[in-house]
């Protein structure tokens, strides 16, 4: 939608850098130019600092660690330790979180100040190349031209076109990270990482969970037994799995008392629970910022047009993020502003061909980088694969976190393809692995390093001192 412009006798301001929306690259990319003595504005409409701070990554985090902390006390018996029981108490848990949000915030104010960005709240739209009206909180506006505009608004939960659905006011991952009482029963539309995060979480801290997901596997895109591996880890945690199910209605008011109508295997079927939770994917948030009167094009999805370098359609705009389509990582989004920096200052970097690493933050953790065996099965590339259970890492055994596997794709040149893991900080281990492809060393260099014993790392050489099978290339 475009927005209305009225007339004004507003005079712009004049700008090097504008840049509307402060996540993850825009911020970065703004402190850093500002540092340089360029004049920056952010323009920010609610989020200080974007989502990952305040309603994303760091939040999430936050509540899943309580979530562990509460799985100890539910295990304390296998640890020899008696105990008597213990509660949950929802508002502290979420007062933890909101406590680390408010620090966090408190940090990128500073930033901004230390830094000399000028960051101005309010909602900030196009009005024509490179110029933006800002409307602020007092009733007032601003006019800002940035001989560079960079876009970098991101994107937010996805809530589908289902009968009863919105009116149901179903829960965001932004509402679930403010719940001060435990639902009775929640039930998550959606088996991908932020529905497999919050179901976990949600049922340690006391909750009946169901999931229903219209794929026939969890993190269906990944291996086979990476799905089978969390599908046995949720049912053993109490979690209802619905499975190849497609939502056809929704009744009732999230909260209260909610009614699901779904598909499955030809029948139709009902369940019910007090809260939904849709985490179905993401939706780009270029509706209403004026992109047609600054010239900057979309794609089909409606993320914003860009190429290699970040640059969009319009003269002197770029984007970044996940608005832009890139991979919906915040490690991406800093690398986002690592290749807008660099070429701005005249160098020549893309986003094409780069390391997109991931974690899953269940427990235990899956995380992966590089090829996967069903990628490379479908671009029949031959490989060896070596595979041990957690388990085989001793270091588990001292945890008694001896649930899941690791794995590693290496080449014939004894390169390392790929690596996954799913198994206990399985996000720090897969780091090492990660580190050890960007010096392109070859898998003997792991296997045959002196790492510390016992330690969750040395159960690389485990790995890779294993028999590998050997999968040829069709």
């Not at 659905?165 to 932020?194: F, M």
């Not at 008392?257 to 993401?282: F, M, N």
């Not at 890139?326 to 986003?351: E, K």
Request: negative net charge; proline residues 4%.
């Amino acid at each position: 939608m475009t927005p209305t412009v009225t007339g004004s006798n507003v005079t712009p301001e004049e700008y090097d850098l504008v840049v509307i929306g402060s996540g993850e690259g825009s911020k970065f990319l703004a402190w850093t130019l500002a540092r340089q003595g360029q004049r920056v504005a952010m323009v920010e409409r609610k989020w200080i600092g974007g989502s990952c701070p305040n309603i994303a990554c760091l939040p999430s985090k936050n509540i899943i660690h309580s979530a562990k902390v509460a799985s100890y006390f539910a295990r304390a018996a296998e640890f020899g330790i008696a105990s008597k029981g213990y509660t949950i108490d929802m508002a502290a848990v979420t007062g933890r979180k909101r406590k680390m949000v408010k620090e966090l915030v408190d940090i990128h104010v500073r930033v901004y100040e230390t830094t000399g960005v000028e960051l101005i709240l309010g909602q900030g739209y196009f009005i024509g190349p490179q110029l933006l009206q800002v409307d602020l909180p007092d009733g007032t506006r601003r006019q800002l031209h940035g001989k560079k505009v960079v876009i970098g608004t991101g994107t937010r939960a996805s809530v589908e076109d289902i009968p009863g659905l919105a009116t149901a006011n179903p829960l965001t991952h932004v509402e679930a990270l403010e719940l001060d009482t435990l639902p009775q029963h929640l039930l998550i539309l959606g088996g991908g990482y932020i529905g497999l995060e919050f179901a976990q979480a949600m049922r340690r801290l006391g909750s009946k969970v169901s999931i229903l997901e219209r794929n026939a596997n969890l993190l269906h895109r990944e291996d086979p037994d990476v799905s089978a591996g969390l599908e046995t880890l949720f049912r053993e945690e109490g979690v209802d799995l619905v499975l190849n199910a497609t939502v056809e209605g929704v009744s009732g008011v999230s909260g209260q008392s909610v009614t699901i109508t779904y598909k499955q295997d030809g029948q139709t079927k009902a369940i019910e629970a007090t809260h939904i939770l849709v985490a179905t994917g993401r939706t780009p948030n270029t509706d209403g910022i004026g992109l047609e009167l600054a010239g900057v094009e979309l794609t089909a999805s409606g993320h914003i047009k860009v190429n290699e370098k970040l640059e969009t359609t319009a003269p002197g705009v770029w984007a970044n993020g996940e608005v832009a389509g890139s991979p919906q990582f915040t490690h991406i989004a800093f690398d986002d502003f690592r290749i807008l920096r660099d070429n701005f200052a005249g160098g020549n970097r893309v986003t094409t061909g780069r390391q997109v690493p991931f974690a899953l933050f269940t427990d235990p953790e899956v995380a992966h980088i590089g090829l996967s065996e069903t990628e490379a099965k479908k671009k029949n590339i031959a490989y060896r694969l070596f595979k041990i259970p957690m388990a085989a890492d001793l270091r588990t055994r001292t945890l008694s976190e001896t649930r899941g596997f690791m794995k590693a794709l290496v080449a014939e040149d004894d390169g390392i393809l790929g690596f996954t893991v799913f198994g206990v900080d399985g996000g720090e281990i897969m780091s090492a692995v990660q580190i050890a492809m960007i010096g392109h060393l070859p898998y003997t260099a792991l296997r045959d390093a002196i790492l510390t014993h016992p330690t969750l790392m040395e159960g690389l050489i485990v790995l890779f001192s294993s028999m590998p099978t050997t999968v040829a290339a069709k």
